[in-house]
């Protein structure tokens, strides 16, 4: 079974429940297609600048993670048309904490949930 973390956004907790990144995550679908078989291991949200979300990602590793996924929403945004990637998503840094926090913790990081964009693959730190 693999244990997942994720990762989301200050700017989004308020608004998403997290109800579609869930239940890819249990129907194996979108960003954790890879997987056969999965489990929630626990859920932090980054707070801007990301200073503590390393530390943040270390207590994940310390409880079992196998994977880090850091939601959509992060590096992507709602439109008419779907989720895009061309406008970025809530934060701007997304691309510099993934790669700190795989460098740190040698965790495997996701860049993706649930919501991909249209003929996006998700990114993965190893």
Known sequence: M???????CEKNENQCPLTNCFKC?????EGFAQYEDT??????TCRCPGDSVTDLAGIL???GADAIHFCTCMFAKKSSNGWDTNEGGFCGEVDEIITRIHRETGV???KGTAHLPKGYTPE???
Request: with cysteine; glycine share 4%.
């Open 25 to 29: 995550l249990l129907e194996k679908r």
């Open 61 to 63: 590793k310390k409880r």
């Open 2 to 8: 693999t244990k997942i973390a994720l990762i989301r």
């Open 108 to 110: 495997p990081c996701v």
């Open 124 to 126: 993965v730190w190893k």
């Open 39 to 44: 489990q929630l291991l626990g859920l932090f």
